[in-house]
């Protein structure tokens, strides 16, 4: 069955909280950023954008961009409460929404048709009930996948609303440039241009094997992009039904080694919470922000509930691998999700009970590491990278 995908992303997000917050900055170049010595643009008004400024731009040059546009601090807070109020909407129109940004969600409206109408009258009721809840516009993309639909999105900002359709979708590849492919790094764009693509469609000119040799796992997936194909699903994620764990780097980095350290860090904190609690988890999501403030989130399903570290951490890693290898990150995280009980706590304690083949070997040994921390502080014991491959 064809999937109906709907991405939503709110416009010049931090900006527009500060004109609706402040009606004389309105029709205004407003400049939200950074006053840290990181000093650069979150994001600016479409007023401001016309002077050439944008996120991740320095401050200082902003200034000199647009003299007369209106610098204001981040306040987190402010966006974060706009932005639960904005997902709670979205909940109101089916529980499959996944957020993955302060300012974006996917939504998978397949089959609700009859219940709200044709996709672009729900696009539209989606882009009016944002409106009412907040007053913000929105811009909102439809098709079949959650690829085509984040493309579909950006295509009529501000205030837009675009629709993919099946026959569409062709068209839409043949058009779009390889750095709009979200995941495309900047160092893959030089590689690909080099092999003469400078379009998605060019990429399947290209031989999977040339793919993979030049951009790692991840030119399989481009591979799939370039004919329209994503098949990853919708996953509704919720803050109260996951345990998850992220960090900034201390400085943006491609470097695998520093990644995978970061990464065993964070796993290992989400699979002793999970022991703790006598939990497991069934699906185990990576999330990393790059080094221009893009989010990235991938999500794999386990075969069977799990709780050992090593597990999150060596499924997280074959996320990590999937994802275009020249992408700078600044920020890195795990979670897992669907969680449930773990069964039969009380019998792993007990000393006279067979071994359980099923059983993850190294979940007895995370019992006993978790044990010693317990009793003698964190860095009593620790595990070398290298141990898990
Ligand atoms: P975006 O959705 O990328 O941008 P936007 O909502 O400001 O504008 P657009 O209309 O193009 O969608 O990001 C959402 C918010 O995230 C943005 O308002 C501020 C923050 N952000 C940063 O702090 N730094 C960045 O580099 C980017 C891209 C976003
Ligand atoms: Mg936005």
């Known amino acids: 069955m064809n999937r109906i995908i709907l991405h939503i992303d709110m416009d010049a997000f931090y900006a527009s909280v500060e004109q609706l917050d402040h009606a004389p900055f309105r029709g205004k170049p407003v400049i939200v950023g950074g006053t840290s010595n990181r000093g650069v643009v979150s994001t600016a008004s479409y007023e401001a954008r016309k002077f050439g400024v944008h996120s991740a731009m320095p401050i200082f040059q902003a200034k000199q961009k647009c003299p007369h546009g209106i610098f204001l601090p981040v306040r987190m ?23 993955i940004s302060i300012d974006e969600a996917y939504l998978d409206i397949s089959g609700t048709e009859r219940l709200l109408g044709t996709p672009v009258e729900i696009g539209c009721r989606v882009k009016e009930g944002i409106k009412a809840a907040t007053s913000l516009s929105c811009s909102v993309g439809i098709a079949p996948n959650k690829f085509l639909a984040k493309i579909a999105s950006e295509m009529k900002k501000p205030d837009g609303l675009t629709i993919i359709r099946p026959d569409g979708v ?9 750095e709009k492919v ?3 790094g900047e160092k893959t764009v030089l590689i690909l241009r080099n092999l003469g693509v400078s379009r998605l469609v060019d990429v399947r000119r290209l031989h999977e094997h040339t793919l993979i040799e030049k951009a790692g796992k991840f030119g399989r997936r481009l591979l799939d992009l370039s004919k ?9 994620y919720t803050e109260a039904k996951s345990i998850s764990s992220e960090d900034t780097l201390p400085e943006d980095t491609d470097d695998m080694e520093i ?4 990464l065993l860090i964070q796993a290992e904190l989400v699979g002793r919470k999970l022991r703790k609690n006598g939990l497991k988890g069934s699906t ?11 989010q990235t989130s991938r999500s794999v399903t386990l075969d069977e509930p799990a709780n050992s570290t090593n597990l999150i951490y060596e499924r997280g890693l074959r996320l990590l691998q999937d994802l275009d290898a020249s992408t700078r990150f600044r920020l890195i995280g795990i979670g897992i999700s669907n969680l449930s009980p773990e069964k039969g706590v009380i019998e792993q304690l007990n000393l006279f009970k067979k071994l359980d083949v099923r ?3 190294w979940v007895n040994v995370e019992r006993a590491m978790d044990t010693i921390k317990d009793r003698f502080g964190k860095n009593a014991i620790k595990r070398g990278a290298h141990d898990l491959g």
């Open 182 to 184: 979200p995941g495309v």
């Open 359 to 361: 059983e993850d070997p």
């Open 170 to 178: 062709q068209g839409v590849i043949d058009r779009l440039p390889i």
């Open 77 to 99: 807070m402010r966006y974060k409460e706009l932005s639960r109020q904005i997902m709670s909407t979205l909940e109101g129109f089916t529980p499959l929404v996944e957020q």
């Open 228 to 236: 329209g194909i994503d098949t990853s699903p919708v996953l509704p």
């Open 284 to 294: 185990v999501t990576l999330k990393l922000k790059s080094s221009d403030f893009k």
């Open 259 to 262: 990644l995978k350290r970061q």
